[in-house]
């Protein structure tokens, strides 16, 4: 059973930093393109960023240039580095894997950790 737990969220004021991290397990990193999603309070969820299979990235234009994804297949654990944070960051921050070996592969989300910026 493939399982996804998201950690390092937490209180930080604004200009400051995080690191967050999603370990995935029962399956292979290798398989999936992987992704960073959060969801403020009232709003739909948003796209943060993306890492592929391949290493390529995408980001969500409110965050590029401050966050950076990353992703060790060793470890089987993808990173999300929040620089500069400002109150508009706020939200739950949920890591996605998405299967892309196989048509139409599965897409697996983790619980989410709170991300909250505030003097």
């Known amino acids: 059973q493939v399982r996804l737990v998201e950690s390092g969220g937490g209180l930080v004021q604004p200009g400051g930093s995080l690191k967050l991290s999603c370990v995935v397990s029962?399956?292979?990193?290798?398989?999936?393109?992987m992704g960073w999603y959060r969801q403020a309070p009232g709003k739909q969820r948003e796209l943060v960023a993306t890492?592929?299979?391949?290493?390529?990235?995408n980001y969500g234009d409110s965050v590029k240039g401050r966050f950076t994804i990353s992703r060790d297949n060793a470890e089987n654990t993808v990173y999300l580095q929040l620089n500069s944070l400002n109150p508009e960051d706020t939200a739950v921050y949920y890591c996605?894997?998405?299967?892309?070996?196989?048509?139409?592969?599965?897409?697996?989300w983790g619980p989410g950790t709170q991300v909250t910026v505030s003097p």
């Open positions: 996605n894997a998405k299967n892309v070996v196989v048509i139409e592969g599965r897409s697996y």
């Open positions: 029962g399956s292979n990193l290798r398989i999936y393109d």
């Open positions: 890492v592929t299979r391949s290493g390529s990235t």
